[in-house]
T-cell receptor, first 110, second 116 residues
């Protein structure tokens, strides 16, 4: 069974601070995706990383895929209240199915 | 583009009744759709893979006779929770893969099922 552990599970920080969320596994994934989910809604795709060592930037969000394609990180610079939500990583293994991480609930305090 | 809808968005039913949830890809064709359930404050757990024109593939521990999946067209998959019980109360979310775009799953807004 593939497991994706995210850390921290909960994070509450002040507006303007930086933060990093980690997504770790012992399994290799062909690609890894990051989603943000608001309460009562479905997840919204933020980014897909495919190549080991790949770094993608989306405004204040920086995503990195580990060299061995087993882990990933999400770094947010100057967090804003609009960044509040549940962040989920999800790994794909070539058969189209996604394995979701345990989730990180982020709260940005104005 | 790539919008996925679910209907209903929420449903309350009595124990023992069956509930059908629809998942539609509005502006693209999807040969493969997935059904997930999410308990409060938890992540998404894959229930089954829905393939157009063939039987669904269920994950280990998911009762196929309880959660009936039908993918009759390239834009519609349905999940029927049969003889629902309170422990089936959950947030059910579907996703669809746009044909030819293997790495992209587009998620529906979810359906909140409450069984009394």
């Amino acid at each position: 069974t593939q497991l994706l552990e995210q850390s921290p599970q909960f994070l509450s920080i002040q507006e303007g601070e930086n933060l990093t969320v980690y997504c770790n596994s012992s399994s290799v994934f062909s690609s890894l995706q990051w989603y943000r989910q608001e309460p009562g809604e479905g997840p919204v795709l933020l980014v897909t990383v495919v190549t080991g060592g790949e770094v993608k930037k989306l405004k204040r969000l920086t995503f990195q895929f580990g060299d061995a394609r087993k882990d990933s990180s999400l770094h947010i610079t100057a967090a804003q209240p609009g960044d509040t939500g549940l962040y989920l990583c999800a790994g794909a293994s070539g058969n189209e199915k996604l394995t979701f991480g345990t989730g990180t609930r982020l709260t940005i305090i104005p | 583009g790539a919008v996925v809808s679910q209907h209903p968005s929420w449903v309350i039913c009595k124990s023992g009744t069956s509930v059908k949830i629809e998942c539609r890809s509005l502006d693209f064709q999807a040969t493969t759709m997935f059904w997930y359930r999410q308990f409060p404050k938890q992540s998404l757990m894959l229930m089954a893979t829905s393939n157009e024109g063939s039987k669904a593939t269920y994950e280990q521990g998911v009762e196929k006779d309880k959660f009936l999946i039908n993918h009759a067209s390239l834009t519609l998959s349905t999940l029927t929770v049969t003889s629902a019980h309170p422990e089936d109360s959950s947030f059910y979310i579907c996703s669809a893969i746009r044909s030819g775009h293997v790495n992209e799953q587009f998620f529906g807004p979810g359906t909140r099922l409450t069984v009394l």
